[in-house]
Nanobody
Framework: QVQLVESGGGLVQPGGSLRLSCAGS????????MGWYRQAPGKQRDMVAR???????NYADSVKGRFTISRENAKNTVYLHMNSLKPEDTAVYYC?????????WGRGTQVTVSS
């Protein structure tokens, strides 16, 4: 069974940086695409960044040039490095693993960008 646990969220001022981590359990972690999604209050959950098992990445237009997704398969961990944060980045950030057996989600970590 796959379990994903996010960490690293918090309160940061506009222009600041955070690094989110998602630690996964299970032997399938390294062979499937991983992603970060976010959901602001009253809005739908949207894709932020995704990374394949081989390291290819894609990003939402709103975060291109500011966010970087990476993965460390030996540690079953995927990261989201967030720079130049804006108030509109405020949301709960969720980690996702898309496997052939299903789509797995963590419980999320809150990111708040405010002065």
């Amino acid at each position: 069974q796959v379990q994903l646990v996010e960490s690293g969220g918090g309160l940061v001022q506009p222009g600041g940086s955070l690094r989110l981590s998602c630690a996964g359990s299970g032997s399938i972690f390294s062979i499937y695409p991983m992603g970060w999604y976010r959901q602001a209050p009253g809005k739908q959950r949207d894709m932020v960044a995704r990374i394949t098992s081989g390291g290819s990445t894609n990003y939402a237009d709103s975060v291109k040039g500011r966010f970087t997704i990476s993965r460390e398969n030996a540690k079953n961990t995927v990261y989201l490095h967030m720079n130049s944060l804006k108030p509109e980045d405020t949301a709960v950030y969720y980690c996702n693993l898309q496997a052939t057996t299903g789509s797995y989600w963590g419980r999320g970590t809150q990111v708040t960008v405010s002065s």
